[in-house]
């Protein structure tokens, strides 16, 4: 066990948590690195240390749950019908979002157009990871499966995306995973 690495997560875990909160509170472009700092008791330094920008401390690493859902989409059937994958691979993101924080987390995501692009960055890293899987699950000409795996693999995201702007929308009123069906199918029919 590397105690340093878990010390360093811990701390990158309460910046982030308390960063989360004062955007929520006071809005992402009005909150600045240093009221941040001040309130956990870091210097600017540090946080860019552990955060090479502010859109970081909320969206952070998108790779590591990209690279589990893309795990899941490979463990999936491989007759299995690529919209079916799809929504079964993202069940990984919705277990992983915890309720209360999630819906503050979207919402700070979709109050900054910063965050919004830094959200369509981890989307299109993330469509890099799923379209060859799905790719190998459709029958055709290569051309036509890259093409329908990528409408696959981005429709599928944009169905995502549709969900968090619904979800956040009704407040919560609904569970995230129960509006994301919806989103899927309003998607297929």
Do not use: N
Not at 22 to 30: C, I, N, P, R, T
Not at 88 to 114: C, F, N, T
Not at 127 to 139: H, K
Not at 142 to 153: E, H, P
Request: with cysteine; net charge negative.
């Amino acid at each position: 066990m590397d105690l340093r690495a878990t010390a360093r997560d811990h701390v990158r875990a309460q910046v982030a948590d308390r960063a989360l909160d004062l955007f929520a509170e006071h809005g992402f472009d009005a909150t600045p690195v240093d009221e941040i700092c001040a309130s956990v008791g870091i210097s600017p330094r540090t946080f860019f240390r552990y955060f090479p920008s502010k859109e970081d401390a909320v969206v952070g690493d998108p790779m590591p749950l990209g690279r589990d859902i893309a795990a899941a989409l490979a463990a999936r059937p491989s007759d299995e019908d690529p919209w079916t994958s799809m929504r079964a691979g993202l069940q990984l993101l919705v277990d992983a979002l915890p309720p209360e924080r999630g819906l503050v987390l979207m919402r700070v995501i979709m109050s900054a157009p910063s965050l919004r692009a830094r959200h369509l960055e981890k989307h299109l890293a993330w469509g890099a990871l799923f379209e060859p899987i799905i790719r190998e699950r459709l029958v055709g000409a290569d051309a036509t499966r890259r093409l329908r795996a990528s409408v696959v693999v981005h429709g599928s995201l944009a169905a995502l995306d549709a969900a968090f702007d619904e979800w956040v929308g009704q407040d919560g009123a609904s569970t995230f995973e129960t509006v994301l069906d919806e989103s899927f199918a309003a998607l297929r029919g």
